[in-house]
Nanobody
Framework: VQLVQSGAELRNPGASVKVSCKAS????????IDWVRQAPGQGLESMGRIVPADGGTKYAQKFQGRVTFTADTSTSTAYVELTSLRSEDTAVYYC???????????WGQGTQVTVSS
């Protein structure tokens, strides 16, 4: 099982960013994908999840209206898009496969998103 994320991104405040997470080694539609982030010096923060099988999403309240999760089953790739970026969004973003214990059992390598003017 592998989750491979896209590379680091640098954005200006107010811009948008889209991070990808390509899954392999398992049936993509059989597991939820969770997105979490970790800002400098902070703990992990859950952003929500997507059900690749039907595209169903659940977003953490903090990100409602600014975040969109999508999943392309033809390429086994999940995406997170975050809009109206601000400096506080600077963080490493991770995708995780939600395993049978309702926790991430496989993680992507992380994508650094830096928001700076």
């Amino acid at each position: 099982v592998q989750l491979v994320q896209s590379g680091a991104e640098l954005r200006n405040p107010g811009a948008s960013v889209k991070v990808s997470c390509k899954a392999s080694g398992y049936t993509f539609t059989s597991y939820y994908i969770d997105w979490v982030r970790q800002a400098p010096g902070q703990g992990l923060e859950s952003m929500g999840r997507i059900v690749p099988a039907d595209g169903g999403t659940k977003y953490a309240q903090k990100f409602q209206g600014r975040v969109t999760f999508t999943a392309d089953t033809s390429t086994s790739t999940a995406y997170v898009e975050l809009t109206s970026l601000r400096s506080e969004d600077t963080a490493v973003y991770y995708c995780t496969r939600r395993g049978s214990g309702n926790a991430g059992d496989y993680w992507g390598q992380g994508t650094q998103v830096t928001v700076s003017s």
